[in-house]
């Protein structure tokens, strides 16, 4: 039990939990807070949190300890009754608050660094209401985890979500971020590197469902692309019915999500060397097809996926005539 007790208590430090249930406090040092103390009415701050040492005093009520003994005073339950208090859930809380805040920052980043700005405007992106609208983000890298930190968020709780790696760097390091959404909610960070790196990257966990569909889900022909890129540049030229799968292999939530009512999916993958993209296009046709949904192929220039093939000069009236000539 001991050992169980204090795991939960890396897992889920004081400061994350007080976070969750509304409590501001601020710093007063390198690794302690000051806050009004929840657990009595005052109008003076003085309920500390000391993250490195990972427990509390109030000098107002008199009371301190660790996470647990906090529980047990705010709620006047038992020791026990307030582990059951402590369910995996508030561990997914306080990542998806520390994901909003980080892809927040990351936007905040992307007008201050000139090299993200031209390498958005070299895959055709220079519409700056879209890329507000979208929260696209840019990850310099290696000033993350000192600007979450000084809002008191701990080293484990950033590995646990991915944003730091093992030895403590950020994860996304020169790369384009864009916030993937189920609704209101952020579920992943999708990273493009604008250098060496390999290209793509998310964070730890599932990318979630089709990209941006709850605004196309109710329109009776969707175009659906793999990249954000080919998704950007077609909602630039006009194209609002257009979603992004992430990738040419859609995941079971992806396809529901196709297959929930009567439309026609334009299928706009790849043109490259390999036919990989068409394969996977003709197979998911096929699929489409046999849950009674209308499939239809794009066919684009040899060597083109949508990007490339506005970026090169493509406008929106030709783009229209090849979804107009797609085939089953």
Known sequence: ????????????????????????G???????????????????PSFYVNTRKDVFYCHGCGQGGDLIRFIQLSRHLSFHQSLVCLGPQTITADAVAVLELAAAFY?????????????????????????????????????????????????????????????????????????????ADLVNLYGRSIGTAFAHRFL?????????????????????VEGLFDYVVLRQAGFPNVTCSLGTHLNADQ???????????YLTFDVDANQSGQQAAEQLSQRLGAH?????????????????????????????????????
């Open 1 to 24: 039990m001991g050992e169980d007790v204090e795991a939960l208590k890396r897992r889920l430090p004081l400061i994350e939990y007080l976070r969750q249930h509304n409590w501001k």
């Open 26 to 44: 601020s710093p007063v040092g390198r690794s302690e807070f000051v806050g009004l103390c929840p657990l009595h009415e005052e109008t003076r």
């Open 107 to 183: 936007q905040q980043q992307l007008d201050c660094y000139p090299e993200a700005l031209r390498y958005l405007y070299q895959r055709g992106l220079h519409d700056h209401t879209l890329i507000r609208e979208l929260e696209i983000g840019y990850a310099p890298g290696g000033i993350l985890r000192r600007h979450l930190a000084a809002q008191g968020y701990t080293f484990d709780l950033l590995r646990h979500v991915g944003l730091l790696n093992e030895q403590g760097a950020d994860a996304f390091y020169q790369r384009i971020v864009f916030p993937l959404r189920s609704g």
């Open 204 to 224: 730890p966990g599932a990318k979630g469902g089709l990209y941006a569909w709850e605004k196309v889900r109710n329109c009776p022909a969707v175009i659906l």
């Open 255 to 265: 396809f529901r999500q196709l297959c929930d009512g009567p439309r026609t999916v």
């Open 292 to 328: 009674g949904i209308a499939a239809r192929r794009v066919l684009l220039p040899q060597g083109h996926d949508p990007n490339s093939f506005f970026v090169e000069g493509g406008n929106a009236q030709q783009f229209q005539s090849l979804v107009e000539a797609a085939q089953p």
